[in-house]
Nanobody, 136 residues
Framework: QVKLVESGGGSVQTGGSLRLSCHAS????????MEWFRQIPGEEREGVAS???????????????RFSISQDPNPNPPRPNSNPASYLQMVGLKPEDTAMYYC??????????????????????WGQGTQVNVSS
């Protein structure tokens, strides 16, 4: 079973930066979609950024130009990467970015893209989350 571990959250002031990391292990599909979501208490989990095993990227509109998603290269091409890792570099943080940030991974059975207003895929496997707090 796949395991996801996030790290890198913390507390910063407005305008600050953080870099979140997500490391997966035990992944056994030939392709993947890795996504970052965030959630505040009482609200739905929303997609922030996504990247797939072919390097296609998408962002939620409010983070474009401030957040950047990336991933480690496949260490053993053309073999599938069983331990993918993604990173979310966040700059220009705002108080409204305060949330628990979650990493998710799933096979590419459907398109990998942030879809505002749509809930996460039922195929997602989740990490435990990392808290980001931005103070004004």
């Amino acid at each position: 079973q796949v395991k996801l571990v996030e790290s890198g959250g913390g507390s910063v002031q407005t305008g600050g930066s953080l870099r979140l990391s997500c490391h997966a292990s035990g992944y056994d599909y030939s392709n993947y979609c890795m996504e970052w979501f965030r959630q505040i208490p009482g609200e739905e989990r929303e997609g922030v950024a996504s990247i797939d095993s072919d390097g296609r990227i998408s962002y939620e509109d409010s983070v474009k130009g401030r957040f950047s998603i990336s991933q480690d290269p496949n260490p053993n091409p053309p073999r599938p990467n069983s331990n993918p890792a993604s990173y979310l570099q966040m700059v220009g943080l705002k108080p409204e970015d305060t949330a628990m940030y979650y990493c998710a991974i799933r096979p590419l059975w459907s398109a990998c893209a942030v879809r505002p207003g749509e809930g996460p895929s039922a195929d997602n496997q989740w990490g435990q989350g990392t808290q980001v707090n931005v103070s004004s």
